[in-house]
């Protein structure tokens, strides 16, 4: 079984500091993790994924996520965040021996305060 | 290139009542997913098309449920009669391959709200 948890149902954060929004898995194989945000009355975006190799994925808009195999978990982090990313932001997770069919997280609603 | 969008973006129905919603996937896509979220909770698959074949419906909570993809573009999903449960969002998504790896693009969603 796959499962996926999002610990966190808010998180608020001032303009210009460092975010972090936090994933945890539970996979029975090679985890394949990604993170998709989702801004007010707009679709989920995809953002990055975590498919092999480096364990700091880039992806868009300056996040980046860090695979922790030891604390199984898939942070979403930020150096400097912006107004603009207030946004609701959902892990997502499959194992690499399973289904292709992702396990999503429950959403972490990021605040950004000016 | 045109996203995969749905439509409506909201509907509002009674109790007992038939709802369509409507997912144009990126073209070229193969895959299709249909997914929901209800308020609050875990965005859950419902059913996975390949063309116009359903490779997955394991998701599908029961049979006032009806998926269709006729010519393997757009899908539309019925509901009827709806009931105050299926209340929430229902996102769509499409992708090239079916693959782990993957990416999936998202549409923005039809909110459902049955009264």
């Known amino acids: 079984a796959q499962s996926v948890a999002q610990p966190e149902d808010q998180v608020n954060v001032a303009e210009g500091n460092p975010l972090t929004v936090k994933c945890t898995y539970s996979v029975s194989g090679n985890p394949y993790l990604f993170w998709y945000v989702q801004y007010p009355n707009r679709g989920l975006q995809f953002l990055l994924k975590y498919i092999t190799g480096d364990n700091l994925v880039k992806g868009s808009y300056g996040f980046e996520a860090e695979f922790n195999k030891s604390q199984t978990s898939f942070h979403l982090k930020k150096p400097s965040a912006l107004v603009s990313d207030s946004a609701l932001y959902f892990c997502?997770?499959?194992?690499?021996?399973?289904?292709?069919?992702?396990?999503f997280g429950r959403g972490t609603s990021l605040i950004v305060h000016p | 290139e045109a996203g995969v969008t749905q439509f409506p973006s909201h509907s509002v129905i009674e109790k007992g009542q038939t709802v369509t919603l409507r997912c144009d996937p990126i073209s070229g896509h193969d895959n299709l997913y249909w997914y929901r979220r209800v308020m609050g909770k875990e965005i859950k698959f419902l059913l996975h098309?390949?063309?116009?074949?359903?490779?997955?419906e394991s998701g599908m909570p029961n049979n006032r449920f009806l998926a269709e993809r006729t010519g393997g573009t757009y899908s539309t999903l019925k509901v009827q009669p709806a009931e105050l449960e299926d209340s929430g969002v229902y996102f769509c998504?499409?992708?090239?391959?079916?693959?782990?790896?993957?990416?999936?693009?998202f549409g923005p969603g039809t909110r459902l709200t049955v009264l």
């Open positions: 997502a997770g499959l194992t690499s021996g399973g289904s292709y069919i992702p396990t």
């Open positions: 998504a499409s992708s090239q391959q079916t693959g782990r790896t993957d990416t999936q693009y």
């Open positions: 098309f390949v063309k116009e074949s359903k490779q997955d």
